[in-house]
């Protein structure tokens, strides 16, 4: 089964977490994609 890796830990480093009070958004930067997520 392909994944997306979203899930997978240790690929993705936390940037920045916004947390806007309007309709409880959560904006998560994570800067650049490691380069092999969703490759094909």
């Known amino acids: ?5 979203i899930n997978e830990e240790g690929k ?6 916004d947390i806007r009070p309007l309709y409880y ?3 998560v930067d ?3 994609p490691p380069s092999d ?3 094909k």
């Open 37 to 39: 997520w969703n490759t």
């Open 25 to 27: 958004h959560l904006i």
């Open 12 to 17: 993705w480093r936390i940037i920045k977490v």
């Open 1 to 5: 089964m392909a994944t997306d890796g």
């Open 30 to 32: 994570v800067g650049d």
